[in-house]
Nanobody, 117 residues
């Protein structure tokens, strides 16, 4: 079993920056890929950024060039650096971990990010 705990959310003005952190504990050797998702008010949960165990990344189009996902495998942390924030980035951000074989996925409890205009 894997537990994920996010931190770093908060209130920021448009154009500002925040850094989200997620610490994995438990059976972390099982983790392959990690990701950040978000769910805005009245919206479905969507993928923001994804990183594999060897550091390959991909990003949702709305955040490309503004957000950076990174990972510290040795210390079981994953980060999301968010720059040039926009009001439409307002959402609850969730940390996600996936094990490929056998398939399993884990979610954090979420952290609120609010961007004021």
């Amino acid at each position: 079993q894997v537990q994920l705990v996010e931190s770093g959310g908060g209130l920021v003005q448009a154009g500002g920056s925040l850094r989200l952190s997620c610490r994995a504990s438990g059976s972390t050797i099982q983790i392959n890929a990690m990701a950040w998702y978000r769910q805005g008010p009245g919206k479905q949960r969507e993928l923001v950024a994804h990183i594999t165990s060897n550091g390959l990344t991909n990003y949702a189009d709305p955040v490309k060039g503004r957000f950076t996902i990174s990972r510290d495998n040795a210390k079981n942390w994953v980060y999301l650096q968010m720059n040039s924030l926009k009001p439409e980035d307002t959402a609850v951000y969730y940390c996600h971990a996936r094990r490929y074989y056998p398939s399993a996925e884990y979610w954090g409890q979420g952290t609120q990010v609010t961007v004021s205009s």
